[in-house]
């Protein structure tokens, strides 16, 4: 009878180990810190990161705004928009050419 008292508690022992590894690998850090009652501190890159976008962003509508209030006609806008465009795409070209570059160099050193 003892043997089979010993028996069970083993076995019973056993799944409930993994029953605990199994809830212990749902835990993640953040949980695991939320129980001790802290928390993980944002990096500084994640702070400053979405204010530079909204700074960007209000930059590039405030340069928009600008150019369809200035004291132009449309003929001269449109065209000076265009000049824009044109110098915009060339710069985003040089800049892909040379990261492209800068990539094969890299990758084949």
Same mark, same amino acid.
């Given at each position: 009878?003892?043997?089979?008292?010993?028996?069970?508690?083993?076995?019973?022992?056993?799944?409930?180990?993994?029953r605990?590894?199994n809830?212990?690998?749902? &835990?993640?850090?953040?949980?695991?810190? #939320?129980?001790?009652? +802290?928390a993980?501190?944002? /990096?500084?890159l !994640?702070?400053?990161l979405?204010?530079?976008g909204?700074?960007? &962003?209000?930059?590039a509508?405030?340069? #928009?705004?600008a150019? +369809?209030?200035?004291?132009? /006609?449309?003929? !001269?806008?449109?065209?000076?928009?265009?000049?824009?465009?044109g110098?915009?795409?060339h710069?985003?070209?040089?800049?892909?050419?040379?990261?492209?570059?800068? /990539?094969?160099?890299?990758?084949s050193?």
């Amino acid at each position: 009878m003892k043997l089979l008292l010993r028996s069970a508690l083993a076995v019973g022992t056993i799944v409930g180990v993994r029953r605990v590894m199994n809830a212990l690998r749902a &835990v993640d850090v953040d949980d695991a810190l #939320g129980y001790v009652g +802290l928390a993980r501190r944002e /990096s500084t890159l !994640e702070r400053t990161l979405p204010a530079l976008g909204m700074a960007v &962003v209000g930059a590039a509508v405030g340069a #928009g705004a600008a150019l +369809l209030f200035a004291p132009q /006609s449309g003929g !001269e806008l449109r065209s000076r928009i265009s000049e824009g465009m044109g110098q915009a795409k060339h710069r985003i070209g040089s800049m892909r050419e040379r990261g492209l570059s800068s /990539s094969t160099t890299t990758h084949s050193s």
